[in-house]
């Protein structure tokens, strides 16, 4: 495992660097939601945005250009009428969610004993 120390020696999360701007598009509040919804599988616009409950239209197609510009969703066009279009991980963001998930798990079971509240029963 890299220690903080060896990081911070090569830069990384300097100011200027690029894995702050990886770091936003991934751990934002709504890629990491469309990240875990297609962990799943392959998703359409419809089923995303039914399953990431909460999110508007403008978000999700913000989110989804962004991650597929960094090469960790793919958006697949189908040539139907209506248009069909289905989202899913890339190789990299397959790897990316194998990393991701544990952490998601860890959250999820400690969730309510941090903010303080009895965990569903």
Not at 1 to 25: I, K, Q, W
Not at 31 to 60: H, N, P
Not at 99 to 111: S, Y
Request: proline content about 5%; some cysteine; aromatic content about 6%.
């Amino acid at each position: 495992m890299v220690s903080y120390a060896e990081l911070r020696e090569n830069g990384v999360f300097a100011p200027a660097c690029s894995t702050r701007v990886v770091l936003d598009h991934v751990m934002s509040r709504w890629g990491v939601l469309v990240l875990w919804t297609l962990s799943d599988g392959t998703r359409r616009w419809s089923e995303l945005r039914r399953e990431v409950e909460g999110i508007s239209e403008k978000m999700l197609g913000s989110t989804l250009r962004q991650l597929v510009a960094d090469g960790i969703v793919h958006r697949e066009s189908l040539p139907t009428v209506p248009p069909h279009v289905e989202y899913s991980l890339t190789e990299r963001g397959n790897d990316l969610m194998a990393r991701m998930l544990p952490l998601i798990e860890w959250i999820a079971v400690r969730a309510d004993d941090i903010i303080g509240r009895e965990p569903a029963a």
